[in-house]
């Protein structure tokens, strides 16, 4: 019989007893994406989320294309499993056979919004998260395999080695014959040189219905950061947030707090079917729980996530408590551990779930119901349900996952009952009192807002940021702190080890030699003081360190693969390493395992790896934007430097790589730090060679020297695309040379017209310089293809088109275009909104009434041609700044009546940015006294910087104004706040 794509599923249906894995081809709707963005996500331009080198993936489209995906499948007799390697190697989900259910979010398309860490995210089955959350490879491939094992269980494994870290993760999926649990393998591994933050969240999405309940075994949860503690699952609004349809005031977002419990699930009563989680307490403590709600936002996002406007929320294991706290997993460190997931099936909820099965135990009425789902067949099991130590109920019975177990005992007494399932043999499999848990006692939680621990010194304000990954920020407390306590041992340890991993290597010997002065025995000191000797070409002292940190336990491994590479490329012994076979068209895996070889000397190893030709592949088996390697510029320098190191000559790759484009190449990496300082070196006009090593000294955080490569590398060849954008972003963003980075945006303008750093930056530092919102609407109109303009360019091209007074134009740029959700991010609504705002308040300025109260009146009216206008406009409506031109439009129109009341709800609200805005509305009304408002201003500056700029500005405080709102704009745009911070400045110029 010949299997068609169609039936292929059914043909490799496994049997009774079997467990099959294969590999094969999964069709899904996919919306498509255009281009990563171009610009190095240099880690000083963000606060949160550190993406260097990788490319960060803002282009979300409405292009929806049928798309085969490569698929591995995992099948026994009771679950079916499909593994998506090349979407960041999610499971997809399991079919549980019994019900025929999903278990996990089979979501019909693959739909985006910029969620994840890069940017583009979709919502279905189990995402693996290590070292952060939506990591960075969610929605890229990954490494996979399957097989068979001699005990008739199968396997698929999924892995990855990040870019930035260099840190690996490994899940193996494997089901065993007879069993309804699929067991998921886990291994984190810090293969790198030096130690990295990390923590692991395990994020299941379910499916859900309006009644689906969420089944955590606690009874407080923590909010994000520890900030607060509540009651669960009725909060202390009374409402029980574990029933979907009441999750009304927007997202839900819990960790579990004082539970020790193992397990967790998700119940439907619309399906009869759920799915639970088990792991061990002692491996994977932490809990979450995360839902979008069922407002009127939760709601847009299932449209903006799926295709059928299907809802799901994410089931979510830990390490840590929380997805704020971090740890460090030192050089060759490693973490295993193992957790599971098993259906639930026609029992009503969840009391408990282990390896043997789930529990639902409940009261009807007078009588107790149990209902069990047991994981595998037990026969003879021995069943009791006890009243202490008394049993009121015994029986034997022979359990299968086919059946639902059930037992009911008519007036049950009403104290608290025990179920007891054990084997034949008498071990234990299940035990459960109602209601009785491992929790805290109740007299130590401490519920609702919590205490912030006192701040500490500069080496734990340091050690913060750098598990929170902002490792230059974290440098630089360090280096502060050191020029005021040159002599304290622990910062100079940190400042070290912390110089060399950023490939500082001269910073890195000025702090950790004289920390090893005082410490010779310390073997960490030795061993990064060997990496930073190794680093600046000091042979022979490296050597000695890492011979020293070998010596103790704790570096043992990282410093003795370290003197392996040593004393090999030294030539003093052969190894006999081999890189695993490249089976990728990846240019940064090629160079990744060529630099393995060029680290042990064994240039011809090397060389046979960056002189291959490539294959292309499909779009979707590879990193978007990256090119192959036999186009990668960084692989032509590579062979040009192996090839010298074997007494060739290296000419021509030196040649070719000056000529090959830049794209999407960020370089990285201590062994491409070498062969970039040779290139400039033995090549002073390869601009692409200077270029390079300005964003390799960028990422390092030398801000100096970065700006001079790019300098050299602009007088070479100006045209280099993305040069403008960095140079311009660094000047006004941390030089603050704003005329120098207007200068350079003015010039990008024509060397790199599509790139959207170019219009963003010089909007930024045309609002500094205080010039007309005219001018910033004529830059955007430069853009050489308008229709595809980014969502963030129409964005602030609208607001400065309404801040021109430019309203038709504002309008128009909202017609005919795709707006993908940014978690976080501005809204299209938003923007939508205050442009009507503004052009009420406008109308009203001029005299032209009629048109500014019909804006007012009718403000939150669909308007047909604009799908996103249908609903959810109230909260952007609401807004301070909105309500504040509104009622100014009303004042100025006859209604003064009506914006006084506007005028109380924002008195009412206490935070600074709506007193801001109060302040400007009361001012427009009779009666205003300016006494009145002094102390609340006062009291409301420092809260954020757009609204404490405009405080200080209506305080008279001009200089301390103008500052806190070019910080707003020199910073991420969050809330319009470039567009307010560019009113306000240009209000104060007036």
Known sequence: MLCTAAALALCLSAAPGEVRVWQGVLTLPTYQEGPPNPNPPFDQFTTTRFNYPYTVRDSITDRRVNTGWRAVYLENEYLKCSVLPDIGGHLYTCIDKISGQPMFYANPSIKKAQIGYRGAWAAFGIEFNFPVSHNWVSMSPVDFSFAKNADGSAFVSVSNIDRPYGMQ???????????????ERVTLFNRSDVRHRFYWWNNAGVRVWDDSKIWYPMRWSASHGFADVDTWPVDSEGMDLSVIHNQTGGTVSRFVHGSREPFMGIYHPHTQTGVAHYAEYADLPAKKIWSWGVDADGLDWRRALSDDNSAYVEVQAGLMRNQETYAFLEPRQSIHFSEYWMPVRAIGGISRANLAGVLYLHREG??????FNSNRAVAAAKVRILDGARALREMTADLSPEHTWTVEIPDAPQHPLTFELRATAGRELMRQTEGQYDWTPAEEIRTGAQARPPAGGPLESGTDLELNGNLLAAYDVYDRALRKTPDDQALRVAAGRLAASLLRYADAVRWLEPAQARATYDPEVAYYLGLAYQGLGRVREARLEFEAARRMPDFHAAAGLKLDELLSRLGEHASDYREPAIHSSDAERVLTAAAGYMRRGMWREA?????????????????????????????????????????????????LAAKLPTAYVFPNGAQTLEVLETA???????????????DLRMASGLVDAAIEEWRIAQKLNPALPVLQANLGRTLLQIKRDVPAAAEAFRAGLTADPSNTEIYAGLAAALGILGRPAAEVAAAYERYPDPQHMPAALVYDQALSDAEAGRFDAAKALFQGRFFAREEGGTNVRQVWIRVRALEAQSAATSGHCDAALAIVDHIGDADGQLAFTRDGLE????????????????????RAGAAEQRLQKMRAAGDAETLVFAYELARQLPGFQAAEWTGKLQA???????????????????????????????????????????????????
Not at 366 to 371: D, E
Not at 680 to 689: G, I, K, Q, S
């Open 680 to 694: 400039v070196h033995e090549h002073p006009r390869d601009a692409t060679a200077h270029f390079l090593l300005g």
């Open 875 to 894: 909260r952007f409506i609401a807004a301070a700044p909105n309500q504040a031109a509104l009622g100014i439009a009303e004042t100025r129109c006859g």
């Open 607 to 655: 060389l046979a790896l960056l002189t291959r030709e490539y294959p292309r592949v499909p779009p979707e088996e590879t990193e978007p934007g990256v090119p192959l390697p036999q186009q990668h510029p960084v692989v032509a320098y590579y062979r040009a430097f192996c090839r010298e190191k074997l007494g060739e000559s290296g000419a021509a790759d030196y040649d």
């Open 366 to 371: 007078g009588k107790l119901v149990a209902g």
């Open 940 to 990: 409301a500056a420092h809260r954020n910087p757009v609204a404490s700029g405009m405080v200080e500005l209506d305080l008279g405080h001009t200089q301390e104004g103008r500052a806190q709102l070019e910080s707003a704009l020199l910073a991420s745009d969050r809330n319009l706040a470039h567009h307010l911070a560019r009113e306000a400045l240009r209000g104060a110029a007036r």
């Open 169 to 183: 993760w490994t899940v193996e999926l494997r089901l065993a014959p007879g069993s309804t649990v699929l067991e």
